[in-house]
């Protein structure tokens, strides 16, 4: 996957590629030259929400060096994931709520963190 957006419902829309020539992907007469995919999730495939999930206001997304992060208290500690999952830091807002990500590559992250009253924050954002 390389493109990732929100749609209008709630969802999310994924757009990627294979190159796959071992017969994983089915469908095509031909395998290899690149197939392209789009996948569509509902809002209610995207995540298993509890009442204990909020949404966390990340802005501006897409960003560059410095995203801002409205949180219920500050300093929070923050853990970053990538697309895949894998967790990519775990950092320390400044008391403002801002976050330096300069040092990520460009490409789509989600953030997860946790009020001292033990609700979870989770939010998204994309890395220019």
């Given amino acids: 996957a390389y493109a990732i957006d929100q749609t209008?419902?709630?969802?999310?829309?994924?757009?990627g590629n294979t190159w796959s020539t071992d017969g994983d992907v089915t469908g095509s007469e031909v395998m290899g030259p690149p197939d392209f995919w789009i996948v569509k999730l509902?809002?209610?495939?995207v995540a298993a929400e509890t009442?204990?999930?909020?949404?966390?206001?990340?802005?501006?997304?897409?960003?560059?060096?410095?995203?801002?992060?409205?949180?219920?208290?500050?300093?929070?500690?923050?853990?970053?994931y990538?697309?895949?999952?894998?967790?990519?830091g775990i950092v320390q807002p400044?008391?403002?709520?801002?976050?330096?990500?300069?040092?990520?590559?460009?490409?789509f992250y989600f953030l997860e963190a946790?009020?001292?009253?033990?609700?979870?924050?989770?939010g998204r954002f994309q890395k220019h």
């Fill in 8 to 15: 209008p419902d709630g969802g999310l829309i994924i757009g």
């Fill in 42 to 45: 509902g809002h209610e495939s």
């Fill in 51 to 80: 009442p204990e999930t909020e949404n966390l206001e990340i802005y501006p997304s897409p960003v560059n060096d410095v995203l801002s992060l409205k949180l219920p208290q500050a300093p929070m500690q923050v853990r970053v």
């Fill in 82 to 88: 990538d697309l895949s999952g894998k967790q990519v």
């Fill in 94 to 107: 400044r008391p403002d709520g801002r976050l330096d990500v300069s040092h990520l590559s460009a490409g």
């Fill in 114 to 122: 946790w009020s001292e009253d033990g609700r979870r924050l989770i």
